[in-house]
């Protein structure tokens, strides 16, 4: 079965630090990757992207930069953060796309990123 | 993307029945309807998904009529533990690799 992680799961970090959250994904291959971003008590926002290694489409542009190494590993970035990036960071996987497979995402549990 | 409106929130008590009531008038033929339930400080999670008329799993029901310019999530005899936010999604199938959009989704709140 497939599962996916994500690290940490808290982070307190300092206006103006650097980022790096990491998300995994076991059990299946060439998966579709997605960050995204949920504000207190708001829909979540869809940061970036990725249908392969290297391959990253950012949907809002921003000071996060995304990046994906390795087939089932992508990580999220900053190199200053700023007050507004506080929120909740979701990774989600779906299947690549094939014939009858449905664009079901699956989430990862979640880091809590508080910007002080 | 068709754009999807629902309520922003309901309430119900332990035992009843609730629908919700997703909007997407500009859905087009090849678009699916897919619904996810959101717990405090998780990741949404799948719960059904449904071309037309009636989908059914061990979780929910999803009602779509035949100008499927809406749908109805139903959850039989919910309990404390449906407490929770739903998202209705409208995208087609496949989409060639593009992500979905979430809105505000509803906010379901189930009372003792």
């Known amino acids: 079965s497939q599962t996916i992680h994500q690290w940490p799961a808290t982070l307190v970090q300092p206006v103006g630090s650097p980022l790096s959250l990491e998300c995994t994904v076991e059990g299946t291959s060439n998966p579709n990757l997605y960050w995204y971003r949920q504000a207190a008590g708001r829909g979540l926002q869809l940061l970036f992207y990725?249908?392969?290694?290297?391959?990253i489409s950012s949907e809002v542009p921003q000071n996060l930069s995304a990046s994906r190494p390795q087939d089932r590993q992508f990580i999220l970035s900053s190199k200053k953060l700023l007050l507004s990036d506080s929120g909740f960071y979701l990774c989600?996987?779906?299947?690549?796309?094939?014939?009858?497979?449905?664009?079901?995402?699956?989430f990862g549990p979640g880091t809590r990123l508080t910007v002080l | 993307l068709a754009k999807t409106t629902q309520p922003i929130s309901m309430d119900s008590y332990e035992g009843q029945e609730v629908n919700i009531t997703c909007s997407h008038n500009n859905i087009a033929t090849n678009d699916y309807i897919t619904w996810y339930q959101q717990f405090p400080s998780q990741g949404p999670r799948f719960i059904i998904q449904g071309y037309k008329t009636k989908v059914t799993n061990e979780v929910a029901s999803l009602f779509i009529p035949a100008d499927r310019k809406s749908s109805t999530l139903s959850l039989p005899r919910v309990s404390l533990s449906d407490t929770a936010v739903y998202y209705c999604l409208v995208a087609r199938l496949p989409t060639g690799r593009r992500a979905l959009t979430f809105g505000s989704g509803t906010r379901l709140q189930v009372q003792p």
């Open positions: 990725s249908v392969g290694i290297g391959q």
């Open positions: 989600a996987w779906s299947h690549p796309l094939k014939g009858g497979r449905t664009d079901t995402q699956y």
